[in-house]
């Protein structure tokens, strides 16, 4: 596949799902559902069908509410998970199921205790039953970033000829580098056989916070799929983070790669899933946290009064953020206490600032953040003190 359209494979209902303490009910998942589909997501990961009556459900309703996106139903590599994955899609517009197996040494050894022969005749069996009930087959070879490139490529190249339709190539315990994992992606389109006629697709976890790296670094050498979530959770320290690597591509046009994802609807989409899932985000997540367009440092501050692109290479209306906080610490100085100032109805000259100033610092060392009632409160007493502000 040589389209540079990167599709968006959101697990945030099936992988996500997976953490401790964010189990979502069927109307919580229909609701992340309905905005992944409008925020513009290629496909919903909507579950693991056979894992419960609960899941099944769930993966049913959502393949009867999605319009646009493909809706994915999870499955191992095993014709009864696949026969219920297929039975909960059968509603969907554009269904896809995800089969697979582990191919490292690692799972073949102490997952499976069996040998790659075995693992092979599985991986077959699997995708080629898959395609018995649907077009659209992705086969993950889990633990890949672990798994010896040559072998990899023998059982990828078996079920592209099977009927695979997406080669998932997952760095299941977050263990490569970058370029090791972009090394591997290029091995595999120069040494499988049908490569052409399929999309790569890359899923990585943050257990050495590389996951957004991994999967740019992916994408960099030809792969065409990351599977993501929002707010980049999921299991142990996470999956790769949606909103990143979405606007990574976005604000590095020299890659030649883009997404149909909506941006302007990226953070109001995080708070969702936060609210719903009981996780919160990080104050300095990247794109979505509440610092990602704060500044409390005075040269900052300064700076970005004056120009916003001096210290802020993202607009944050592009990703539905309203606007650049200045936030009034100790380390603020006179340029961000005018502007804040003049957000609440003081128009400052350079002496009623500098008087002004002093206050603020009295009160700034005080407390941790200078709140717009603290401001009326310092001007209030200046003008009570001095008229210098009459």
């Known amino acids: 596949m040589h389209d540079n359209k990167v599709q968006i494979f959101d697990t945030t209902l099936r992988d996500g799902e997976q953490v401790p303490g964010c189990k979502l009910d069927k109307k919580e998942k229909l609701v992340i559902a309905e905005r992944l589909d409008l925020l513009g997501v290629d496909v919903i990961e909507a579950g693991f069908p056979i894992s419960s009556p609960g899941d099944f ?12 996106a493909t809706v994915c139903g999870l499955t191992r590599a095993i014709e009864k998970d696949i026969e219920v994955a297929a039975q909960a899609l059968k509603y969907a517009v554009r269904p896809r199921i995800h089969t697979g197996i582990g191919t490292s040494e690692s799972h073949i050894k102490f997952k499976f205790n069996t040998t790659q022969d075995k693992i092979i005749e599985r991986a077959i069996k699997a995708t080629a039953y898959a395609k018995n009930f649907v077009d659209d087959v992705e086969f993950y070879a889990e633990d890949a970033g672990r798994t010896d490139n040559a072998f990899l490529a023998q059982v990828l190249e078996q079920v592209i000829a099977a009927g695979a339709t997406v080669l998932n190539i997952p760095d299941t315990t977050g263990y490569c580098l970058p370029e090791e994992y972009g090394a591997k992606i290029k091995y595999l389109r120069e040494n499988v056989k049908g490569i052409e006629n399929v999309i790569l697709s890359c899923h990585c976890h943050n257990d050495l916070g590389l996951a957004t790296a991994n999967s740019i670094t992916g994408v960099i050498n030809g792969a065409r799929q990351i599977e993501c979530t929002i707010n980049g959770i999921g299991e142990r320290a996470g ?8 606007m990574i591509l976005k604000q590095h046009p020299t890659l ?13 989409t995080s708070l969702m899933v936060s609210e719903k899932m009981g996780m919160m985000v990080q104050p300095n997540k990247a794109i979505v ?5 704060a500044h409390s440092s005075g040269i900052h501050q300064d700076g970005v009064i004056k120009n916003r692109e001096t210290y802020e290479i993202i607009d944050p209306a592009e990703v539905g953020v309203t606007e650049s906080a200045i936030v009034l ?17 003081y128009e400052l000259t350079k002496k009623q600032l500098d008087v002004a100033y002093h206050s603020f610092l009295e009160v700034a ?4 953040e200078v709140k717009d009632d603290d401001i009326h409160i310092i001007m209030d007493s200046i003008q009570m003190k001095a008229g210098v502000l009459a």
């Open 289 to 293: 946290g509440a610092n990602a367009f």
């Open 57 to 68: 459900s769930s993966v049913e309703e959502i393949s009867k509410l999605v319009k646009n």
């Open 239 to 246: 999956n790769t983070s949606l909103e990143e690597v979405v």
């Open 256 to 268: 030649n790669l883009h997404t149909d994802i909506n941006s302007q609807l990226l953070y109001d």
């Open 365 to 368: 060392d005080r407390q941790k």
């Open 329 to 345: 610490t100790a380390r603020s100085g006179r340029a961000a206490l005018a502007y804040r100032a003049k957000k609440v109805g």
